[in-house]
């Protein structure tokens, strides 16, 4: 079999006389298995290079000086090989010392065609690079001067890798340098990934950092600025590294073969530290990240994307310009020098520069298409902005933005991009009312798994801000927000607008006043066929709806401002909606004055209302046949749930499996009457800082699966008849710190998997029956909790008691109106 391999070969053929003794003795060797299977493996494997290479030498006229010192050691190691084969098994003093000399023949092997391939390739590469004169004296020219920016591909050649020119008058990046230098000197940190939405000023930012002057200092000559496009390959990077240094390129046979000249090239460059940026990486070309990649020392990579890459460690997010910066970008596009500055409204151009949300592409792609005009166009574009011209109507910009949402090869992830633009910018958008909306105009899952994976998918692709205000152990997702920036909002209702309302899939708009749009006023009742809907108002809206017909519309969400709403009456023909989203933005909630409308809507699934005061009687008012969901955000309940003299709660939503209650201050005690809703699998009473009591007629509550009461501080206990609940399977009593003891009914609650206890008193009681809990399998708690779980976890050995430790966060409160 070597013989095969290396016909011919001196190299090949001495390699391959130590094969075929390993293959010989392998079997009868049972001791030394492992260690001369591997060297079979490490033979097998640089045989094949070994016979290119002397076969190459052969042609070329070459001298073979180096093989000579590797003859001994092979011959040395085929007797090794040998005697391994004749150890006897009682012969236990043998074994240690015959593996270690395996060992270390083996990485002798490896030693030197290490050293044979990175001669080889000097070597051949100078003599080569003698043979091309003319070639060589271009490229090398190139390489060490780096008078030329550009070279066109000749032979094979690509472009060597000459530092590009640093940014003329860089604005706004003196803060951002600093931050970013500082990651990247970092010694625990080998990749930094400098990330931002397209226009953000990335590339920008990383030519000024290769410029720095400390860089300079730290990485001298090894500075390489690789562009990346979405067909560059690792080849072509390896091609360029070679030429940029004066070598020539060598083939390779394999990946494996790639990588490994690779590192051994780059060893080489030691021990001066080594930098290579990488600009514009795409998800999909993560793989080179990989393959560049070693342990060598002071070797950083900086990669420009973007998408976060979180994989690879240490990502900065590069944010907009703040204003000042902005407006010194927009006036060196949009103004000559000669020009006088004065000669255009001040307020003017600051409506020009806020209209461009702080992205440098955009400002500077506004500001020249302004340059040198009168002042009466610039007043003409930004009255065509106030009347809703986009800013994309400039290609540059477009364009540069539509490459990373076209980049999203999930249709239902760009779907749920597009999505977002239904809430009002510059506003947090509550992850749950996402996750509601996509479980019905995707069919994503009921838990929010697809729907966050989604996000952030998103998030990575700097499309969206995925925030956590609070962490939650439970799955539950109250305090996760999304933020959009404008510009990414505009961009996707800019896409929604290409389509006629009456085609679109998703319809969004904004009345101000009562100024509809012209279309819905030209037509006594326009048909639209979109599936989402949106409508957002402001506080000078009087609740005067005109007629639409939408029949086809699956999700409303109607964002108010004003302190009383009706709901559009047009809602009774929705045959097909089922969820409603009604948020009120502002200090005080909105009264829905047409509450029991609702009832009208046969298909409703879900509602989710954010600072509404309902009224009393509200979901008693009518019959909700099909409602399964509710969710009450910063809401006034009061008598919401009170059954009407006619209608009781379990008539009233026959089909409710949900209910979330969340900060609603005036909620003291849970209404009686939920307890009728024999349906209900899920109840979250969450920051009901006033709630005090549970009914005792909560134990009426017999499918419940999952009751979550986190941070209602004021609940005291517990009802006797929880242990009723025969379904249990989840108990979130976390930050309920007035709760002294739990009931010894709790033992009854013999499906209960799992328990959330943190920040619960450090003096709370643990009953006894606790014991009886033989199916619960996780308790999360504190330090001092878990002390108090520690009699019981012997007995119940299904049982695993994890700490939690939070860390203190205040972004919650923004949720709350402060």
Avoid at 540 to 559: D, H, M, R
Avoid at 680 to 694: E, F, G, M, V, Y
Wanted: proline letters at 4%.
């Amino acid at each position: 079999m070597a013989a095969e391999l290396l016909s011919g070969a001196v190299v090949g053929a001495v390699f391959g006389e130590l094969l075929n003794v390993v293959l010989r003795v392998k079997d009868n060797a049972l001791m030394f298995s492992s260690e001369l299977e591997s060297m079979e493996s490490t033979l097998k494997s640089i045989i094949p290079v070994l016979k290119e290479i002397e076969e190459l030498n052969k042609l070329l006229d070459r001298r073979k000086e180096e093989t000579d010192q590797i003859m001994e050691q092979i011959k040395k190691g085929e007797k090794l090989v040998i005697k391994c084969s004749r150890v006897q098994c009682y012969a236990w003093w043998k074994m240690a010392r015959y593996a270690d000399k395996l060992v270390n023949l083996e990485k002798s092997l490896n030693s030197f065609f290490q050293i044979v391939m990175q001669a080889q390739q000097a070597r051949d590469g100078k003599e080569t690079l003698l043979e091309v004169k003319n070639l060589r004296m271009d490229l090398k020219q190139l390489a060490l001067n780096g008078k030329s920016r550009r070279v066109h591909n000749v032979n094979g050649y690509n472009a060597p890798l000459v530092l590009p020119e640093p940014p003329v008058n860089p604005v706004g990046l003196e803060v951002s340098l600093g931050e970013l230098k500082m990651e990247l000197f970092n010694d625990k940190t080998s990749v930094v990934v400098l990330s931002a939405p397209p226009g953000c000023g990335k590339t920008t930012l990383a030519k000024l950092l290769c410029h720095d002057k400390e860089v300079k200092e730290k990485f001298k000559d090894n500075i390489f600025f690789v562009i990346v496009s979405r067909k560059t390959t690792m080849e072509s990077i390896v091609q360029r590294l070679f030429q940029h240094k004066g070598y020539e390129v060598p083939h390779f046979q394999t990946n494996e073969q790639l990588v490994y000249n690779l590192e051994q090239f780059l060893k080489s460059l030691g021990p001066s530290p080594i930098l290579i940026v990488l600009d514009d990486i795409w998800p999909e070309s993560e793989s080179l990240l990989d393959k560049l990649k070693f342990q060598i020392p002071d070797y950083k990579i900086l990669a420009t994307s973007r998408s976060a890459l979180r994989r690879f460690g240490s990502t900065y997010k590069l944010k907009p310009l703040n204003d000042k910066d902005a407006m010194t970008i927009f006036r060196s596009s949009a103004f000559l020098q000669d020009k006088n500055i004065s000669d255009i409204d001040e307020d003017l151009v600051n409506k020009m520069v806020k209209g461009c949300k702080g992205f440098p592409l955009a400002l500077k792609v506004v500001g020249r298409s302004l340059c040198g005009e009168p002042e009466e166009i610039w007043k003409r574009r930004e009255m065509e902005f106030s009347k809703g011209r986009t800013i994309f109507e400039d290609d540059e910009l477009l364009n540069c933005l539509l490459s990373s949402l076209n980049a999203l090869d999930n249709k239902i992830i760009k779907e749920c991009f597009m999505d977002l633009c239904a809430f009002p910018e510059d506003q947090r958008i509550p992850v749950t009312a996402l996750i509601d909306m996509w479980a019905e105009l995707y069919e994503l899952d009921e838990n929010g798994v697809f729907a966050i994976a989604n996000l952030h998918e998103l998030s990575n692709r700097n499309l969206i801000d995925l925030s956590v205000a609070r962490k939650d152990a439970s799955g539950y997702y109250n305090q996760h927000f999304v933020m959009q920036h404008d510009l990414l909002r505009e961009l996707a209702i800019h896409q929604s607008s290409l389509e006629s309302f009456e085609k679109t899939k998703r319809l969004i708009l904004e009345v101000t006043g009562n100024h509809v749009p012209n279309w819905w006023m030209d037509q006594m009742q326009p048909s639209v066929c979109s599936r989402l809907l949106s409508i957002s108002t402001d506080e000078k809206f009087s609740s005067n709806w005109c007629n639409l017909q939408a029949a086809e519309v699956e999700v409303l969400v109607l964002n108010s401002r004003t302190k009383t709403y009706n709901l559009p009456e047009f809602m009774n023909e929705m045959k097909k909606l089922k969820v409603l989203i009604v948020t009120k933005y502002g200090f005080f909630p909105t009264e829905i004055t047409n509450f029991p409308f609702l009832g009208a809507i046969s298909n409703l699934k879900r509602i989710r209302l954010k600072q509404v005061s309902i009224p009393s009687f509200g979901f008693t008012s009518a019959h909700f046949k099909n409602l399964q969901k509710i969710t009450l955000v910063l809401c006034n309940i009061g008598q919401a749930f009170n059954s009407t003299s006619t209608i009781q709660v379990s008539d009233a939503l026959p089909s409710l499996v949900e209910i979330n209650i969340d900060y609603c201050n005036d909620l003291v005690e849970l209404p009686a009457e939920l307890c009728q809703l024999a349906q209900l699998q899920k109840l979250s009473i969450t920051n009901c800082h006033k709630l005090a009591a549970l009914p005792q007629e909560i134990g009426k509550l017999v499918n419940l699966e999952i009751v979550r009461l986190s941070c209602c501080i004021e609940l005291a206990e517990l009802p006797s008849t929880i242990g009723s609940l025969n379904k249990l399977k989840f108990l979130d009593i976390s930050e309920c710190s007035e709760i002294r003891k739990l009931p010894e009914q709790i033992s009854d609650l013999h499906d209960l998997r799992k328990l959330h206890m943190m920040g619960c008193s450090n003096e709370i009681e643990l009953p006894p029956s606790i014991l009886k809990l033989e199916h619960l399998k996780e308790v999360i708690c504190d330090e001092e909790i878990a002390n108090l779980w520690e009699p019981f976890v012997d007995h119940l050995k299904n049982l695993e008691i994890k700490v939690d430790k939070e860390e203190i966060n205040l972004n919650w409160l923004h949720n709350c109106g402060f």
